[in-house]
């Protein structure tokens, strides 16, 4: 199992810019997606970007436009770029990587199940 490790949580004010990072150091990792989860306290968890081999991307209405992914193959690791940050982002943020293409995209990689590998989650929290 290759463990997924994220970082660059933390406490920003609105308006302010972060970039989570997602990594693994298993070289033969292969996902054939990668998402972004969110969980908001009291919420269900809720993906928020994903990124299938291609590039093909899929952002939720609530950051599209604010949000991007993106992935270096070089050091394994995929990245959230979270612009314009505001008080409702504030969550606890998980990357999960898929084993298995999801041709139906995005409709296969929006449930949770869909994934098989999960990080230990990063809080952000944005002040208003």
């Known amino acids: 199992q290759a463990p997924l490790v994220e970082s660059g949580g933390g406490f920003v004010q609105a308006g302010d810019s972060l970039r989570l990072s997602c990594a693994t150091s298993d070289t033969k990792f292969d996902p054939k997606a990668m998402g972004w989860f969110r969980q908001e306290t009291g919420k269900q968890r809720e993906l928020i970007a994903a990124?299938?081999?291609?590039?093909?991307?899929y952002y939720a209405d609530s950051v599209k436009g604010r949000f991007t992914i993106s992935r270096d193959n070089a050091k394994n690791t995929v990245y959230l770029q979270m612009d314009s940050l505001e008080p409702e982002d504030t969550a606890v943020y998980y990357c999960?990587?898929?084993?298995?293409?999801?041709?139906?995209?995005?409709?296969?990689?929006?449930?949770?199940?869909?994934?098989?590998?999960w990080g230990q989650g990063t809080q952000v929290t944005v002040s208003s």
């Open positions: 999960a990587a898929a084993r298995v293409f999801p041709s139906d995209f995005p409709q296969e990689c929006i449930g949770e199940y869909e994934y098989d590998y």
């Open positions: 990124r299938r081999w291609d590039e093909l991307t």
